[in-house]
T-cell receptor, first 111, second 114 residues
Framework: DAKTTQPTSMDCAEGRAANLPCNHS???????VYWYRQIHSQGPQYIIH???NNETNEMASLIITEDRKSSTLILPHATLRDTAVYYC????????????FGTGTSLTVIP | DAMVIQNPRYQVTQFGKPVTLSCSQT?????MYWYQQKSSQAPKLLFH???????NEADTPDNFQSRRPNTSFCFLDIRSPGLGDAAMYLC?????????????FGAGTRLSVL
């Protein structure tokens, strides 16, 4: 079962930062936080993942709270192409690394 | 270049007629997954292969089977499709690396059952 909760939907103005929250209050010590997004009718696309430190790559930044019970994905300058459903997943990257998706957040970037 | 390839992109079958969906990968990943995604829902894990070891999710119906003849290919067989099996079927792969087990997804096969 999914171990994350996310807002159902969010809007963001084009060019502004999009901050997508995720609650994972029951996360265990060896579980990582993964973020994926899914543009309509495509397969999910990997964005970023982390364990406890904040992470940044060319797509986004991931901020994980010190107690690891929540995290925020930041898209620094949202574009119309960032309109998608964003999934936050917690999982142990060992044998199989099963992903149990939650409902995700539908982000709409507004011109 | 596509790394996880699913064929066909669209598949139509008849109620009760067996259907096979295919997935191939060029990443040489040792783990392959199948997910089912119904309209307006999140992907749901059906099963995965870790190398040759098959791992079924507890709530995956017996109607769904899988085969992995080699590292590159994995098949999803639906023995007797029902109307409720109409969905997008997603294949994903990953390599078992400590702390970096990222799944890469194909574009999916959308299955219609008539």
């Amino acid at each position: 079962d999914a171990k994350t909760t996310q807002p159902t939907s969010m809007d963001c103005a084009e060019g502004r930062a999009a901050n997508l929250p995720c609650n994972h209050s029951t996360i265990s010590g060896n579980e990582y936080v993964y973020w994926y997004r899914q543009i309509h009718s495509q397969g999910p696309q990997y964005i970023i993942h982390g364990l406890k430190n904040n992470e940044t790559n060319e797509m986004a930044s991931l901020i994980i709270t010190e107690d690891r019970k929540s995290s925020t994905l930041i898209l620094p300058h949202a574009t119309l192409r960032d309109t998608a459903v964003y999934y936050c997943i917690v999982s142990i990257p060992n044998t199989g690394n099963q992903f149990y998706f939650g409902t995700g957040t539908s982000l709409t970037v507004i011109p | 270049d596509a790394m996880v390839i699913q064929n066909p992109r669209y598949q139509v079958t008849q109620f009760g007629k067996p259907v096979t969906l295919s997935c191939s990968q060029t990443l040489n990943h040792n783990v392959m997954y199948w997910y089912q995604q119904k309209s307006s829902q999140a992907p749901k894990l059906l099963f995965h292969y870790y190398d040759k070891d098959f791992n079924n999710e507890a709530d995956t119906p017996d109607n769904f089977q899988s085969r992995r003849p080699n590292t590159s290919f994995c098949f999803l067989d639906i023995r007797s499709p029902g109307l409720g099996d109409a969905a997008m079927y997603l294949c994903a792969t990953s390599r078992d690396l400590q702390g970096k087990n990222i799944q890469y997804f194909g574009a999916g096969t959308r299955l219609s059952v008539l």
